[in-house]
């Protein structure tokens, strides 16, 4: 037989349910992206130029990129910025 003073009287013996949160985040910027997906413009040849004289020099490392591209500058401060979002600005939401 259900009765809710019973469940009341023994509140230390249910068990609690936890709330989590699951962040999903993309990554930032890379250099792929910062060499092919900024629009087709006059700078799209000085672009590929610099994406292959740096894919050069990365030959000899068996480096890549443009495959398994690194981040650009604009995608290492994408990541700051959602680093800082998460442990500051995230946190605070929690409370």
């Given at each position: 037989?259900?009765?809710?003073?019973?469940?009341?009287?023994?509140?230390?013996?249910?068990?609690?349910?936890?709330?989590?949160?699951?962040?999903?985040?993309?990554?930032?910027?890379?250099?792929?992206?910062?060499?092919?997906?900024?629009?087709?413009?006059?700078?799209?040849?000085?672009?590929?130029?610099?994406?292959?004289?740096?894919?050069?020099?990365?030959?000899?490392?068996?480096?890549?990129?443009?495959?398994?591209?690194?981040?650009?500058?604009?995608?290492?401060?994408?990541?700051?910025?959602?680093?800082?979002y998460i442990i500051k600005g995230y946190t605070n939401m929690k409370t």
């Amino acid at each position: 037989r259900y009765d809710p003073g019973e469940i009341l009287a023994n509140e230390d013996k249910i068990i609690k349910k936890t709330t989590k949160t699951l962040i999903l985040i993309r990554h930032g910027e890379s250099i792929w992206n910062e060499v092919f997906n900024r629009g087709i413009n006059w700078k799209l040849p000085f672009r590929l130029i610099y994406a292959l004289a740096r894919e050069t020099m990365l030959f000899i490392t068996s480096d890549s990129c443009l495959y398994d591209s690194p981040l650009s500058t604009v995608g290492i401060t994408q990541a700051k910025g959602i680093r800082d979002y998460i442990i500051k600005g995230y946190t605070n939401m929690k409370t």
